[in-house]
């Protein structure tokens, strides 16, 4: 890639003045983090359950 | 804790793999405002970006395990926000509800002169040089996808690259 036209896109974003990203959406952010990785994690427990344990049938 | 401040780029997904979740806070603080500032460039709306950053860090944290560490994590990320942000829009065109016109009011009062002048030029390019600048530079495609995205010709898309970036240049420098 041109180096000096990336320059430039840098330059332009960098002009946009964009304010940073508050506190309340990285607070939102890691919550749905946690909730996922919890998430992730039950189902890792879960899926190392031997399925056998989860069958109610009556067969011999 | 270990100290992630200085944990590289790697270290830190190597560590959010393993479940370290607080390794997360940092690869979100290193690059928040980078996704949000490229989110803007291609929405150019402060609350839809906003959203999009949100969304983009979802999935980021469900797809990291996929990142392959054969290029710079940055280069993954941005390209995963550029088509984020392009298939928001593509979405919303498609239902009516993007015109692809942004209003003329969204720069912040308080911003400096050159950084409403900014504004005002990225408000007056189409929503297709936008979208041809942030998949070259944001989302770092090739010109060769580029053309078969916007199903035009490789040269063509090199001029109209080159073009918009003499145009940036010559309003905004540097």
């Not at chain 2, 793999?17 to 291609?42: H, M, P, W």
């Not at chain 2, 969204?106 to 005002?120: D, G, M, T, Y």
């Not at chain 2, 989302?139 to 003499?166: D, F, H, N, P, Q």
Request: net charge negative; aromatic share 10%.
């Amino acid at each position: 890639m041109n180096d000096d036209e990336q320059q430039t896109f840098e330059y332009v974003l960098d002009s946009l003045d964009i304010p940073e990203p508050d506190q309340t959406t990285k607070n939102k952010i890691m919550k749905a983090v946690y909730f996922l990785n919890v998430a992730k994690e039950v189902g890792a427990f879960h899926a190392s359950i031997p399925r056998t344990l989860f069958d109610d049938s009556n067969e011999e | 804790m270990p100290s992630y401040e200085l944990f590289t780029d790697n270290e830190l997904i190597d560590a959010i793999n393993q479940g370290n979740i607080n390794a997360f806070e940092f690869l979100y603080d290193r690059y928040t405002s980078k996704v949000l500032k490229r989110c803007y460039f291609i929405c150019l709306n402060l609350e839809t970006a906003r959203d999009l950053n949100q969304e983009i860090w979802v999935k980021v944290f469900l797809h990291l395990h996929t990142f392959k560490k054969e290029a710079a994590f940055s280069s993954w990320l941005y390209r995963l926000t550029t088509n984020h942000c392009l298939n928001y829009i593509k979405s919303k065109a498609h239902t009516g509800q993007w015109s692809g016109e942004i209003p003329l009011n969204e720069p912040r009062q308080k911003s400096p002169a050159a950084s409403i002048e900014v504004h005002l030029l990225l408000q007056k390019l189409s929503l297709e040089d936008r979208t041809i600048l942030a998949m070259k530079f944001l989302g770092e495609y090739s010109y060769e996808e580029i053309s078969a995205i916007c199903k035009i010709g490789v040269s063509a898309a090199k001029m109209r690259v080159s073009r918009l970036i003499t145009k940036l240049r010559e309003e905004v420098g540097p």
